[in-house]
């Protein structure tokens, strides 16, 4: 490519420009990623609006609320797992949740409610996480229907034909489990990982095992999970972690 500018005649050789997102660090311009995306396209979820780097925007919370004739709805966290992208919701007057789903390529396309049995007219602020096989939820309900406290988390199948969840089991991580939305889960090492005010901890899956892992100079950071990969970012740049 010849350009001709005030500072003269510059070449520039088309084939050496390369993408900048590569197997160990990606931009993230839009801020922090969603939690959980089993593909290699990055969302990113802010007041309600889902956005991609292409860039695109979709108001996800004005058409639940449409849908619903509920202005009072606010989405709350957003994955993207099995083509579909489920969010979760907060009714502010009744407290109630709810989980909706849309296309993930097309995200326009509204497909319908999923029924979830959550604890009802009380903001318990369940956490909703995936590992790419179960979404799992805090505070949900045990077996006798009552609610459970922040460290117990009850795992559930996504059928994404029938857009059921279907449950599978729970377990009380310890008590000094710290309920955050900033978690990755790997199948692995059958752990969950939490990143608070710099501290990185392992807890166990089915057992209360908790392991500090280290303490990084920061409380900005978030982590997130693309594509079975495993990132950090403070910024613009989000870069792999090995655990």
């Known amino acids: 490519l010849l350009v001709l500018s005030s500072l003269g005649a510059q070449i520039f050789n088309l084939s050496a420009i390369v993408s900048t997102q590569t197997n160990s660090s990606l931009l993230t311009p839009f801020g922090a ?6 593909t290699d396209e990055i969302f990113y979820l802010s007041s309600g609006i889902i956005m991609t780097d292409t860039p695109l925007s979709y108001n996800i919370q004005e058409q639940i609320r449409s849908v619903e004739g509920d202005n009072d ?20 007057s ?16 509204y497909l319908g409610k999923i029924l979830f049995d959550f604890v009802e007219n009380i903001d318990n602020q369940p956490y909703m996480y995936c590992d790419g096989k179960y979404i799992y939820f805090t505070n949900s309900k045990n077996s006798v229907n009552e609610a459970v406290g922040d460290n117990v988390i009850a795992s559930f199948l996504f059928n994404e034909i029938l857009l059921e969840l279907s449950y599978v089991s729970f377990f009380e991580a310890d008590i000094l489990f710290e309920k955050t939305t900033n978690v990755v ?5 059958n752990s969950i990982y939490t990143f608070t005010d710099g501290n990185l901890y392992r807890y166990e899956i089915g057992t209360n095992i908790r392991e500090w892992l280290g303490f990084f100079n920061t409380v900005n950071g978030v982590i997130f ?3 079975n990969d495993i990132y950090y970012s403070n910024g613009n740049i989000a870069t792999k972690w090995q655990f």
């Open 33 to 38: 990623p969603i939690s959980f995306n089993d």
């Open 73 to 92: 709805i606010n989405v709350l966290d957003a994955i993207s797992h099995k083509g579909k992208m489920i969010i979760l919701t907060i009714n502010t």
């Open 94 to 109: 009744s407290l109630n949740h709810g989980l909706y789903c849309f296309d993930k390529d097309d995200l326009n396309s």
């Open 185 to 189: 889960i790997k199948q692995e090492t």
């Open 225 to 227: 999970k693309l594509n």
